[in-house]
């Protein structure tokens, strides 16, 4: 008995090989389904902890800070106050200064900030990671430090120089150095949506000679704070708001409104969303496919089981048999899974680069990744097939090599649309076979409706985008340019802007950083004060329609307001954080609805008047000629009380770019998956019909069918299931859609549930070629068909 086991072991291995042949197109199918599955958890996980784990590593090992604290001017001296604050582990004070760039070859503004950096060593916060150079010298105070996104997009290197317009006075900066910094990962202006390397750029000089350049000698105007770790932000913020407000400190923030930060930690989120919602799809599918393509073998090889288990294999042996024919099937699907994982992870993290500067970001899947993704799928595969093989395993030798007796279907519940005279002869087969195996038909129609339903949710990211976008760009913010004022100036200043040639409209924006709080919930906020009817930047509501600030009244973006617990004709206290610092009730008029950042906004004269400061504006929004740009440009380069200038149009333009370069290659990733899913479910839908029904077929084939109406009442079932599907996958995409908005939806961007019809046309029409390209490599076997020697085969 103890030699008879290995060969017995042998001879049932060789079967395996054997059917795993007989079946290779069926399994592959299964197998590829289960890759999907898959590469997107290792892909989402291991991009997820590739990112947290580089973030980590780069903060700690560059001091990133974990509180900033702006303000006017305030003495150097403070110093020592701030660093005996309880729960401070470092400080460092520095002058950061809104900035003008003038770099050679490119005709529009460049804005930025200078950051100054201590004049020896490097600071005790936001340290320097240099990539090549030195810092700025003592002795050389026109030495600067320049971030290396920005230089990379201007190839600007060592010993160039960049002229720079800073607090109304012209440097010409001569670059020492070139450098990555843990505050600009995500490089990106105030304000903007998406960071473009070419417009916003960063520099760090001398202490000496900033504070010197913007009239800051022996002061600072922000402070950036490391905490110990047990300390509270919020009793820190405190402590340094109390400290610095008679300098004029519109109030201290944590890494959470840290702009780069934020953009990095809304990534981060929606890896997370990703990793948990999708995988189990994936793997959902391939347990179905796999219980039933081993249901539908097993009943295939019905007398083989009984010969088997005539010959003397016990349940345990066949069990084990049918179990290392999934366990194969599965293998090869992890195998093909985890090396796509890996090789999409690695095209990933080169995309995230681009837009990510980190000074290494490597994927890497953790070991207990690949761990839980095997265990998940090994569960999925083998629990899907472990009914399948328990009805294997009980099954009585006599009864198993006993043909199954005809199904009596006539009794069964729908039988009666199978008589119908509209159908013919061959619909009606189609009919009664969905009616013989209806659960069959329902884990089909179930399999089909899941790969449509993730297309149209994906799909609908595109639809949700594309609304964001023109929501923003052409409706909320129509200008060209946004210009902002070194400070607050006369209106008379305004007017000067809108003079300028080339300028076909203009409107005057006042903004005052401000603290709004409903009961105990608090929110800092720039307040925007708009003129009567603006139409260059207003607020919109859901139908894209204005919504404009009456009299006295708050106007607040959805978010904002959900954040307050607040509402029309709800009360807010608004404590100003600069000038004067007033602190009055102001009603809520209205909530508008925005897709990026918050705002509150309110009427221009009520601003100023709340202010006590007379008509005075921060900025200008312009709408310009093309024609005359340039020397508007170069005008606007060399303005002294010019601080920043956005252009609305290019952003809009870069923004696109990076959706067609990240979004656009996730979402073919994710259309080839669900495309998968699709074939996975209708080839072997079609494939063990085809296996079950040969001698059927061949019968019809003798009795004078053509190969037409025997490949129509094969493949006729499957399109009827999968039309069936279709309304099914739109409505499950749908509800897929509404929570990947909500879940994927940050303080940065707030994605809005769109679905276009197009997108449900799209979804269909991919579902509908993969299940007539599975059907045509099926339909290529029936006119192969050997019909003597299938009709010789018993059941």
Known sequence: MVMRLPSRMRALDRKLVRDLWAMKTQALAIALVIAAGVSVHLLATGMLSSLEETRRAYYERYLFADVWAPTVRAPQALIDSIRAIDGVQAAETRVRIGALFDVEGMEEPATGEVISLPDQGQPAVNRLHLVRGRAPRPDRPEEAVVLQAFADAHELDVGDVVPATIYGGRLDLVISGVALSPEHVYAIAPGQMVP????????????????????????????????????????????????????????????????????????????????????????????????????????????????????????????????????????????????????????????????????????????????????????????????????????????????????????????????????????????????????RAAFTVAGIAASGGLLVATLAAIDGMNVMIDSSFNVANRHDIAVTFVEARPQRAFFSLAREPGVLAAEPFRAASARLRHGHREERVAIVGAPLDAKLSRMIDAQNRPVYPPPGGLLLSSDLAEKLQAGPGDVLTVEITEGRRP???LPIAAV?????????????????????????????????????????????????????????????????????????????????????????????????????????????????????????????????????????????????AWYLAHAMSSEMFRLPFVIAPATFGVAGVVVLAVTAGSSLLVRRQIDRLDLPATLKTGE
């Open 196 to 439: 473009d390397e070419r417009l916003f750029g960063v520099m760090w000089m001398g202490r000496r000679a900033l504070a010197r350049a913007v009239k800051q000698d022996g002061a600072f105007n922000e402070a950036v704070v490391r905490l110990s770790r047990d300390a509270s932000e919020a009793a820190v913020i405190a402590r340094l708001d109390r400290l610095l407000e008679p300098y004029g400190a519109p109030g201290a923030y944590g890494r959470s409104e840290q702009i780069s930060d934020a953009f990095v930690s809304s990534e981060i989120d929606q890896l997370s969303t990703m990793s948990v919602v999708l995988p189990p799809v994936f793997l959902a599918v391939a347990a179905f496919l796999v219980n039933v393509v081993i249901a539908r073998l097993i009943a295939v090889q019905r007398a083989g089981v009984g010969l088997m288990k005539a010959f003397g294999y016990s349940n345990l042996e066949v069990t084990a048999h049918y179990l290392k024919l999934v366990a194969a099937i599965g293998a090869g699907g992890l195998a093909l899974g985890a090396g796509a994982g890996v090789w999409l992870g690695r095209m990933m993290a080169e995309l995230y680069a681009a837009y990510y500067r980190f000074p290494f970001l490597v994927f890497q899947a953790h070991p207990a990744d690949y761990a839980v993704v095997t265990g998940v799928a090994a569960v999925a595969i083998l629990g899907g097939a472990a009914f399948a093989v328990r009805r294997a395993a009980a099954l009585n030798p006599a009864e198993a090599m006993t043909p199954t007796p005809p199904p009596d279907y006539s009794k069964a519940a729908g039988a009666g649309v199978t008589k119908l005279a509209v159908f013919d002869q061959q619909s009606r087969m189609i009919l009664r076979q969905i009616v013989r195996w209806p659960w």
């Open 583 to 585: 602190v009055v009730e």
């Open 592 to 736: 508008s609805t925005s897709y990026v950042g918050s705002g509150a906004q309110m009427r221009l004269e009520d601003l100023n008047r709340l202010l006590r400061e007379g008509p005075v504006v921060s900025g200008a929004y312009l709408t310009v000629d093309e024609s005359g740009v340039e020397g508007l440009y170069t005008r606007l380069k060399r303005a002294p009380a010019v601080a920043g200038v956005a252009l609305q149009s290019l952003a809009g333009e870069r923004l696109a770019e990076m959706l067609d370069q990240s979004l656009g290659a996730a979402i073919g990733v994710y259309i080839f998956f669900a495309g998968l899913i699709t074939l996975g479910v209708a080839y072997n839908t079609v494939r063990i019909s085809f296996a079950e029904r040969q001698r059927e077929l061949a019968t019809l084939r003798v009795l004078g069918f053509s190969r037409a109406d025997v490949s129509y009442i094969l493949l006729g079932e499957v399109a009827l299931l999968t039309l069936a599907a279709l309304p099914l996958g739109a409505a499950a995409g749908a509800g897929l």
